[in-house]
């Protein structure tokens, strides 16, 4: 086990167990969700509203993509943005081409829950065109929003005098579709649409401004896979395993891939290789399990079946029950005690991460009065819930919906005297002197999240 620290990037730690996993945190103690805001488990904490406030009457908006991200080892800071977006033909999202509304729609916002009130700013010039992804640097100094053709990245803490820098820029040959920046820090993983029928995967430094330190044609690994005609947008969701050494692309089209790339080749095509007859119930159905370095996954497929595989072996470990209904997203709680998943039925059902059984479940219909079911506006095309983020400890979900407000939700307690015992001593002990405890290396591994399993 090893550690570094720079003033600008925060701690990056290696791991004993599984020494070729790197991962980055922020210079700061944890901070815990704030006691006087826990309730019951399925209780509503807070609803926030996103920005723009004047324009949710324009009859030219169908509905809203949100998106929210707890901040990296601080549960009291959510950031969350959102963009108006309207349905072409009945059958896919497409961003509404109005000035006034983009404008009005692709500020980042900024809400600290903190004192038992709600602090909100925008975040000067961060604007995300198309879908909204952004995402917040393992450092928690920077976070980045992409373009159509580049990266912009803008410093947490707004100073006047701090750039702007856009990375990855290629403003004439792709039109980037998504992002994600890997655990360690020092990537990002771009998928580009580069010409009418093919797509390319990037891997770029996060300090260097054009070097590409990967580029891979997604038609040479997979040649099913290939951009939608012209009229038809794209979702797409990008993922990276817990060693930063695969991505996995999810479609919304159905497909799901795993690249290795370093390597430059492809791991496993899921639907193809492992749950064949079946397809990606949704771009962001699937979670690289947090235990494994990059070989253990999470999908849900189009049979509301949840599947636990094996991308390495490329076989299924698991499956739960009929979840009732199409999963619109999920993801594992960062230590992998269980995956919240977020169903089209306004349910969400917390699922143990071994066995896949069904926890708890919160109806949102009973919970949120106000949510408003988006089938009866749009059919099933559109996803109730298009984000959700859960806070370090897995007691709190924050779910980004498509009415343009962010809900937190408490789910059930989950930790054990261990889990308590781990962030206790992270909420006092900032992680450049965690490996200077008299604990075993194993120990330290557990207080860093790390993979413990090849």
């Not at 003033?7 to 730690?13: E, L, M, R, V």
């Not at 925008?122 to 053709?149: H, M, R, W």
Request: charged share 20%; glycine share 4%.
């Amino acid at each position: 086990m090893g550690i570094t620290y720079t003033t600008s990037k925060g701690y990056k730690a290696k791991g004993y167990t599984c020494p070729d996993v790197v991962k980055c945190y922020p210079s700061i103690t944890y901070k815990k969700f704030p006691m006087h805001k826990v309730k019951g488990p399925g209780e509503l904490i807070q609803t926030l509203r996103i920005l723009p406030t004047y324009s949710v009457q324009n009859p030219a908006i169908d509905a809203w993509w949100t998106f929210c991200q707890f901040f990296p080892n601080n549960d009291n800071i959510l950031f969350s943005t959102s963009s108006p977006f309207q349905i072409l033909h009945g059958t896919v999202w497409h961003h509404k081409k109005c000035v006034m509304l983009e404008i009005s729609a692709t500020y980042a916002k900024m809400c600290i829950i903190k004192y038992g009130k709600i602090e909100c700013g925008t975040v000067p010039q961060a604007t995300c065109e198309g879908f909204p992804k952004f995402q917040i640097n393992p450092d928690g100094v920077k976070f980045t929003c992409l373009s159509s053709s580049s990266i912009s990245e803008h410093f947490v803490i707004y100073k006047t005098m701090n750039p702007i820098i856009t990375r990855a820029h290629d403003p004439s040959l792709t039109q980037y579709k998504d992002y994600a920046t890997s655990p360690n820090g020092s990537f990002h993983a771009i998928l580009a649409k580069t010409s009418a029928s093919c797509y390319t995967f990037f891997v770029f430094g996060s300090c260097s401004y054009l070097h590409t330190e990967a580029v891979i044609k997604i038609d040479d690994l997979y040649p099913t896979i290939k951009p939608p005609p012209l009229l038809v947008t794209e979702r797409i969701d990008i993922k990276w395993s817990p060693d930063s050494r695969h991505v996995a692309v999810g479609f919304s089209r159905g497909q799901l891939t795993v690249i290795d790339w370093r390597k430059l080749q492809g791991v496993c095509s899921v639907f193809e290789d492992v749950i064949s007859d079946l397809e990606l119930c949704g771009p962001s159905t699937f979670d690289f399990d947090p235990r494994s370095q990059h070989c253990v996954m999470a999908v849900a497929a189009n049979d509301m079946i949840l599947y636990r595989i094996n991308t390495h072996e490329k076989k299924k470990l698991g499956c739960s029950d009929n979840l009732g209904s199409f999963v619109d997203c999920l993801k594992y709680s960062y230590d992998a005690n269980c995956i919240v998943t977020s169903l089209f039925n306004l349910r969400i059902k917390v699922i143990d991460a071994d066995e896949l059984c069904s926890l708890f479940e919160i109806n949102l219909s009973v919970t949120c009065p106000d949510f408003m079911d988006v089938s009866a506006n749009l059919g099933s095309i559109v996803p109730n819930v298009t984000c959700l983020s859960i806070t370090a400890t897995g007691e709190q979900v924050a779910i980004a919906c498509w009415d343009r407000k962010i809900r937190i939700l408490q789910l059930p307690k989950v930790l054990n005297l261990q889990c308590m015992c781990k962030y206790t001593i992270l909420s006092v002990v900032d992680p450049s002197k965690i490996m200077k405890l008299p604990l075993p290396h194993l120990l330290k591994d557990y207080l860093y999240s790390l993979p413990f399993n090849p």
